[in-house]
């Protein structure tokens, strides 16, 4: 299996940009598709971002499309979402996850593996 972990959060004004790191290990990075969730409080994990196994398919949540960005470099075993013109309302945890594939991507259940998380915060 893959192992997770997320970086890059922390707390930044409304307009600004942060980027996210996942940094992958255990079996090979390059054999998996990977995505971002996120939960706010009091709300339910969702679909963010997701990225196939080379990189060359993207699919986005339309409420980030044309701010956010997901790469790879499977070299380095690292996924990344970059993030620009923030909202408050991009506040919450966000989680990396992998999957052999990407049927079904926005289903939570479909992901196998997942990160600890990390806290972004924009405030208004």
């Known amino acids: 299996q893959v192992q997770l972990v997320e970086s890059g959060g922390g707390l930044v004004q409304a307009g600004g940009s942060l980027r996210l790191s996942c940094a992958a290990s255990?079996?090979?990075?390059?054999?998996?598709?990977v995505g971002w969730f996120r939960q706010a409080p009091g709300k339910e994990r969702e679909f963010v971002a997701a990225?196939?196994?080379?990189?060359?398919?993207?699919y986005y949540t339309d409420s980030v499309k044309g701010r956010f960005t997901i790469s790879r470099d499977n070299a380095k075993n690292t996924m990344y979402l970059q993030m620009n013109s923030l909202k408050p309302e991009d506040t919450a945890v966000y989680y990396c996850?992998?999957?052999?594939?990407?049927?079904?991507?926005?289903?939570?259940?479909?992901?196998?593996?997942w990160g600890q998380g990390t806290q972004v915060t924009v405030s208004s």
């Open positions: 255990g079996r090979t990075f390059s054999a998996y598709a």
């Open positions: 996850a992998a999957r052999r594939t990407l049927e079904e991507y926005r289903t939570i259940t479909r992901w196998p593996y």
């Open positions: 990225i196939s196994l080379g990189g060359t398919i993207t």
